[in-house]
């Protein structure tokens, strides 16, 4: 439904511009959430059956050999909450990390969200590139946050 028709090259400035305001935006705006929002018992952050505890993401992604390569974009907000290491095992410390890690979690959905604003100004074939590339950018920091909390829970 492309409303908006520009020239090939601004076409790729808007699409770049676009993405570059709106994933620190959603990123700035779910680390300003209140941390009582993301609750791990809630349905959506729990693990399914068919992910067998965060083991299938290890079968099939290799996730712990890699993971810790991916840059935290939580570094990029001001006291953000650092999911990198548990440098304690209290219980109210473990507690905040898994609703942290259900924030980053819900953050990286949303960032595939946008994807289908680019259908405003895009071509139809550009378009479900810019949505392929929201799903192919956000669901590695799923797939972490979803493999971390059921290991750690356990």
């Given at each position: 439904m492309r409303v908006l028709f520009l020239s090939p090259e601004d076409t790729l400035l808007l699409d770049l511009l676009a993405w570059l305001v709106i994933h620190p935006t959603i990123g700035y705006i779910s680390s300003r959430l209140p941390i009582s929002w993301f609750d791990p018992d809630k349905p959506f952050f729990l693990a399914h059956p068919w992910e067998k505890n965060g083991r299938i993401y290890q079968v099939f992604l290799r996730i712990r050999s890699w993971k810790g390569l991916v840059p935290r974009g939580g570094a990029l907000y001001p006291d953000s909450f650092s999911l990198q290491r548990l440098p304690t095992v209290d219980l109210c410390y473990l507690n905040r990390w898994l609703r942290?890690?259900?924030?980053?979690?819900?953050?990286?959905?949303?960032?595939?969200?946008?994807?289908?604003?680019?259908?405003?100004?895009?071509?139809?074939?550009?378009?479900?590139?810019?949505?392929?590339?929201?799903?192919?950018?956000?669901?590695?920091?799923?797939?972490?946050q979803r493999f971390n909390r059921p290991a750690s829970a356990a």
């Open positions: 942290e890690s259900c924030r980053a979690e819900f953050c990286h959905w949303l960032m595939i969200l946008p994807g289908f604003l680019f259908f405003f100004w895009n071509s139809v074939f550009v378009s479900w590139i810019m949505v392929a590339y929201a799903v192919l950018n956000n669901v590695v920091p799923i797939a972490m």
